[in-house]
């Protein structure tokens, strides 16, 4: 596997662990817990496997949110405020996960 994609899913990783901080402190289900984690690690396998010629910070982001929209939709549908910390939570660790992968890839 090649070392952009290792550092993808690491730094995604590292993205689902700060992401399920708050949620374990919320006692939030375990079901919702591995989706949050497991969508970081898939964006950030995405994130370093596309090849958008875009700054990696926009990269993320995008690519967070559009991985995202689909759970949105569901969760947006049963409890519309939770989507207030989760589009910030997307929105501060898809541009960083964009970020430090544009970075470390470089490097």
Same mark, same amino acid.
């Given at each position: 596997?090649?070392?952009?994609?290792?550092?993808?899913?690491?730094?995604?990783?590292?993205?689902?662990?700060?992401?399920?901080?708050?949620?374990?402190?919320?006692?939030?289900?375990?079901?919702?817990?591995?989706?949050?984690?497991?969508?970081?690690?898939? !964006?950030? /396998? %995405? $994130?370093?496997?596309?090849?958008?010629? =875009?700054? #990696?910070a926009f990269k993320? +982001?995008? !690519?967070? /949110? %559009? $991985?995202?929209?689909?759970?949105?939709? =569901?969760? #947006?549908?049963?409890?519309? +405020?939770?989507?207030?910390?989760?589009?910030?939570?997307?929105?501060?660790?898809?541009?960083?996960?964009?970020?430090?992968?544009?970075?470390?890839?470089?490097?």
């Amino acid at each position: 596997m090649k070392k952009k994609y290792m550092i993808g899913i690491l730094l995604g990783a590292a993205a689902g662990v700060f992401d399920l901080l708050p949620m374990i402190l919320q006692k939030l289900t375990w079901d919702a817990n591995l989706s949050a984690f497991s969508m970081w690690v898939v !964006v950030g /396998f %995405l $994130v370093s496997a596309t090849d958008l010629k =875009i700054k #990696g910070a926009f990269k993320g +982001l995008l !690519v967070s /949110f %559009l $991985v995202l929209i689909p759970s949105a939709i =569901i969760i #947006g549908s049963k409890e519309p +405020l939770s989507l207030i910390p989760i589009t910030a939570m997307t929105l501060i660790l898809g541009s960083l996960l964009g970020y430090f992968q544009e970075k470390l890839s470089k490097s």
